[in-house]
């Protein structure tokens, strides 16, 4: 059902092999020498399964259909595993070069890829996202999200999309919630709500 999921998360790893050729940046790397080696073992071991199969234990599905979709926290182990199943596919070596430019990016980041369904082709716009932790809640500080969905059947709309936040103030072992809101109707006051639960210290 979700031939679309998996270009997204291809395209989402493909982009990481461009323009890796720049000199590292001195940021230390957020998971060890051994979990890198785990990560890109796990990612040519699965090298046959889709990317969506490969982040179904990272991803929170609230099912198919107008007002729900599904949530996957990137980790540092999921991108070195997405990056060496990408390289396996193409027949590549994986580069140490494209492991530490992908690490390093987002090393002080909490980082989703959405998936949302909605019911109209400029839903997306609509779209809020907040981090909410202890009581507290914090704005993305990027956001990615096409000005129009895609068609799924039955007529729903797909909308992908990319959120990150600072990991400032959350710890690595916190239980937070990913919500996220948008509208029913283009012009109604009506909202769809989504709420993703994810405890941080259950992902590699």
Known sequence: MFKKIVIFFSLTAVIFFSGCNKKSVEV?????????????EFGIKNAELSPTEIASDWTVNLGYGEGKGSATLITPFLRTALLAKQAQQMGQQVRREVIEKALTEDADMIVFEVLLFGGYPQFGRSVKFLLKYDKKEFMPVYTFIPSYSEMGRDYTQIVKSRVKFKKTDIPSDAKVVLWIQFNVEPEGKEKYTCEFDFDLSKYR
């Open 28 to 40: 230390p790397l957020p998971i060890s020498e051994g979990e890198i080696e785990e990560a890109i």
